[in-house]
Nanobody, 114 residues
Framework: QVQFVESGGGLVQSGNSLRISCVAS????????LYWYRQAPGQERDWVAS?????????VDSVKGRFTASRSNAKNSVSLFLQMDNLKPEDTGVYYC??????WGQGTQVTVAS
């Protein structure tokens, strides 16, 4: 099991930037890719971005060119970051990081005001 602790969310104006973070620790599978998800109010949790252990990334079309995922690998933990630029109201939601194996963390709330 891996534990995820997300942080850095907040309230921002449309067009502004925000950087959110996640610390993943515990029994992480080696070379495991990590993922960012978000859950908008009243919606299902949707995939936003992926990043492999070597830093290769993939994004949902709606955030391409605006969001950048990165990670820093340590011996017993991984720090995951999501730089979000030119934010839009539709980016509002609770953001989670995950490995597709473990329980979900508490997420971090991002609210973009128009």
């Amino acid at each position: 099991q891996v534990q995820f602790v997300e942080s850095g969310g907040g309230l921002v104006q449309s067009g502004n930037s925000l950087r959110i973070s996640c610390v993943a620790s515990g029994s992480m599978a080696p070379f495991s890719p990590l993922y960012w998800y978000r859950q908008a109010p009243g919606q299902e949790r949707d995939w936003v971005a992926s990043i492999t252990v070597t830093g290769q990334t993939a994004y949902v079309d709606s955030v391409k060119g605006r969001f950048t995922a990165s990670r820093s690998n340590a011996k017993n933990s991984v720090s995951l970051f999501l730089q979000m630029d030119n934010l839009k109201p539709e980016d509002t939601g609770v953001y989670y990081c995950h490995d597709h194996r473990s329980d979900w963390g508490q997420g971090t709330q991002v609210t973009v005001a128009s």
